[in-house]
């Protein structure tokens, strides 16, 4: 079993995958009289670490290192190709904000859609509506179908959601792009806020300064490979290094 | 409790996705919801002029129109749930990159949207047989029975097409031109006596058939489901089923690595 202080295990991962998968049935058929080499592509390579509950680690790299793949095979929507991830706990994905919200909803009807994506039960979004409308600022906004808001507001209720899912693993993707400067503040609050409850946060961005300021820790990616391991401050050269 | 029956756990998104099926497909439009009983009543009125004035399509002491329209209401929900829980993931692809849930629910609630269609539309099909004089028979009770076996191919059929379809897109493209020519190889549009009895053995393996007979059977004639046909339909749902269940569990890992 598992040890219990740690949120997330990857014990050896490497992910395949096939580049110039075949979508159509022709381009299957003709493969079968013509084969093309489809070369698998390794986007993580034998990796291994551990994260311990509570802590808040940045994952960088360029495009393309196997950043969001290791989120996904967090979040559990991928499958390892070879090796084992362990994952302890809730996990809510702020990947993409507001998965599945339609834009000929409401705002309202958005929020109990997405809600129950992320996991939560009706009563549970009954319990905590006000709360979610409130941060958001959406205002009289709330009853009015989705394609008539703002991409601030839209990004403003997705967070909303999200962070009233209670995670005990929160994973966060480029997450400075939401809203405006006001907003990015109160974001920054409640993510402290969730750093003192002791919620284990992974963040895959490019931003080293954010992650300077919010990371206990950073993983180096490069091509599937963890370059490096350590505190922010001491890899923040290692990364100018490798971007130039 | 939510170990011995996940989807228990799934009920809530498996409402609201359903409601946003639901929702969303005819905010847009002027008569909304009315759509849903309006297409299949001009489908009812043209297919009644065609077959029972031109084609003289002759069913006993059952008016033509009745006889159609209780063999066109399940076809129609055969056809409309099959063709929008194929598409299912692909339109939810964003979800299925990015969230972990339970995967058949997204077919699930595509069948579901289109089951509110079919009761609502089974509403004007109970009006029709009043004003046809049809009598409510005993056999009605069989109902809910070939509706289990209906609703268990349907949701077969769902989970193999679907979970194909995230692979092979072209399956959607032919799943139209599948739909109708499986619609008449079914006796929907004619009674089953129409098909010559040398090949009607070869019309028998159609699971539909023997669904659709079955309606009509304990319907309009107040008699049981014709037992041999409608056990093949059991047999071939049940193999549907768990067939489809095995190959979406097997496929539904590299989804997100595909879609």
């Known amino acids: 079993m598992m040890d219990d202080n740690f949120a997330i295990i990857f014990e050896r991962v490497s992910k395949k995958f096939r580049r110039g998968q075949k979508l159509l049935l022709k381009e299957a058929l003709i493969d079968i009289f013509m084969p093309q080499k489809t070369e698998p592509f390794w986007a993580l390579k034998d990796i291994s670490f551990k994260i311990k509950k509570g802590e808040t680690v940045g994952i960088i790299g360029n495009n393309g290192s196997g950043k969001s793949t290791i989120l996904k095979l967090i979040a559990g929507v991928m499958y390892p190709t070879k090796g084992k991830v362990v994952v302890n706990g809730r996990i809510n994905p702020l990947i993409e904000l507001g998965a599945g919200f339609h834009p000929e909803l409401t705002g309202r009807e958005n929020i109990y859609l997405n809600g129950t994506i992320l996991g939560l039960t009706i009563p549970q979004i009954d319990e905590r509506f006000d709360e979610i409308v409130s941060f958001a600022e959406l205002g009289d906004f709330i009853d009015s179908p989705l394609k008539h808001y703002s991409s601030g507001m839209y990004m403003r209720l997705g967070f909303s959601v999200a962070i009233f899912t209670e995670p005990k693993i929160l994973l966060v993707d480029e997450i400075l792009a939401v ?44 091509d599937g490979i963890i370059k490096d391991d350590g505190r922010p401050d001491k890899l923040l050269s290692e990364y100018l290094k490798l971007i130039k | 409790m939510n170990k011995i029956f996940p989807y228990l756990k799934y009920k809530d998104l498996f409402l609201q996705l359903t409601l946003r099926e639901i929702k969303s497909k005819y905010k847009q439009s002027i008569l909304g919801y009315a759509w849903v009983v309006l297409v299949p009543l001009l489908n009812l009125l043209v297919l009644n002029i065609v077959f029972s004035f031109v084609f003289r399509v002759k069913t006993g002491n059952i008016p033509y129109a009745i006889y159609l329209f209780v063999g066109l209401v399940p076809w129609t929900f055969t056809a409309n749930a099959i063709s929008a829980a194929t598409s299912s993931l692909i339109a939810n692809s964003t979800l299925i990159t990015k969230v972990n849930f339970l995967r058949e629910i997204i077919p699930f609630s595509a069948i579901a949207a289109k089951l509110v269609d079919f009761l609502l539309i089974s509403i004007i099909l109970v009006i029709f047989l009043v004003i046809y004089h049809i009598p409510p028979h005993l056999s009605l009770l069989f109902i809910p029975l070939i509706f289990i076996v209906q609703l268990g191919l349907v949701t077969g059929i769902s989970l193999i097409l679907s979970s194909i379809n995230v692979f092979f897109r072209d399956v959607e493209n032919i799943l139209n031109v599948f739909l109708t020519v499986w619609m008449y190889l079914t006796p929907v549009l004619y009674p089953p006596e129409f098909i010559p009895s040398n090949v009607r053995f070869l019309f028998g393996l159609n699971p539909m058939t023997g669904i659709i007979n079955s309606y009509r059977n304990v319907i309009l004639y107040g008699v049981l489901p014709p037992w041999n046909s409608f056990a093949f339909s059991i047999v071939i749902t049940l193999t549907t089923v768990l067939f489809g269940l095995w190959l979406f569990k097997r496929n539904e890992k590299s989804f997100a690595d595909v879609i």
Request: aromatic residues 10%.
């Open chain 1, 179 to 222: 809203g405006d400067r006001e907003f990015q503040k109160k974001c920054f609050k409640k993510m402290d806020e969730f750093k003192k409850n002791n919620i284990t946060i992974v963040i895959v961005t490019h931003e080293m300064e954010s992650v300077r300021k919010f990371c206990d820790r950073v993983i180096l990616l490069s």
